[in-house]
């Protein structure tokens, strides 16, 4: 008799605290609640950030040997235990039903579905910020007769252009009232990345044009009795094919 396999499900919910599941040996590790994988991992981040504040060498290179015997693969993991419970805990709120009921309204809020952030503006004012207390320092760095390399030159140059080529994207595509979601984005792009069309080879677009091609009769078949398909083709002379070659090529280079 064969064994049939036992498939657990992600998650167990229990309805007393329907956000403290029981996650189920995620990535082959042991099963545990979701609040006991964070009362660990609490644990975990306070014994680090503890010894961390300290500047003496032996306490580093205590943590250097804890972290080289698996004490961050122990965190890494509790955290990501964490994340599939509350992946998994988001994904059954949006399913709706009564299992779904005292679950955190505030989980899974950015993601697409896919696992993905979906918060493009967020993540660009942020990159922004940046940008801005980069320039603001550089700016109050640099001295009036100070001499710069010329790689460091050309990169700002490189960063002003391509700051510059956005702005004027955002401002025409808003002028214009065109403000585009994510998923009207991706099938923008879908169309701007369609495969050219490959061009004919010239030398096969001249056979074709004097007739001496393997495919130039395929489309006067229909139209050439059945015994005159075998029909000696007449013969032209190898000037009349070459000017007939190069006006061919001429053709498609002025093109």
């Known amino acids: ?24 040996s995620h990535e082959k ?10 009362m660990r991992t609490r644990g975990q981040l306070k014994d680090l950030a503890q010894r961390a504040e300290s500047n003496d060498l032996a306490t580093w290179e205590g943590i250097c040997r804890d972290a080289k015997g698996g004490m961050f693969m122990g965190l890494e993991q509790n955290l990501e235990q964490i994340r599939h419970g509350i992946a998994e805990l988001a994904a059954q709120r949006k399913k709706g039903g009564v299992m779904s009921r005292g679950i955190d309204k505030n989980i899974g809020e950015k993601f ?29 760095m640099l001295h009036k007769d100070e ?18 080529t956005v702005l004027d994207y955002i401002a025409s595509e808003h002028e214009m009232g065109h403000e585009y979601t994510v998923s009207e984005s991706i099938n923008e792009w879908k169309k701007s990345t369609k495969a050219p069309v490959r061009p004919k080879n010239p030398v096969a677009k001249a056979h074709q044009a004097v007739g001496t091609g393997s495919g130039s009769h395929k489309n006067k078949s229909k139209e050439i009795p059945r015994k005159a398909k075998h029909k000696k083709k007449p013969e032209i002379s190898e000037g009349q094919y070459d000017k007939l070659l ?4 001429s053709k498609i280079i002025t093109d």
């Open 112 to 140: 697409d579905g896919g696992g993905e952030y979906n918060d493009e503006v967020g993540m660009i004012k942020n990159d922004l910020h940046t940008i801005v207390r980069c320039a603001s320092d550089l700016n109050k």
């Open 147 to 164: 001499n710069i390399a010329e790689w460091a030159q050309e990169k700002i140059a490189v960063v002003k252009s391509m700051m510059v």
């Open 246 to 249: 190069q006006a061919e090529m």
């Open 29 to 38: 590790a042991n099963p545990a609640t979701l609040k006991d994988r964070i």
């Open 1 to 24: 008799m064969r064994a049939e396999r036992v498939i657990e499900a992600p998650i167990s919910m229990d309805p007393a605290e329907p956000n403290n599941p029981l996650i189920h």
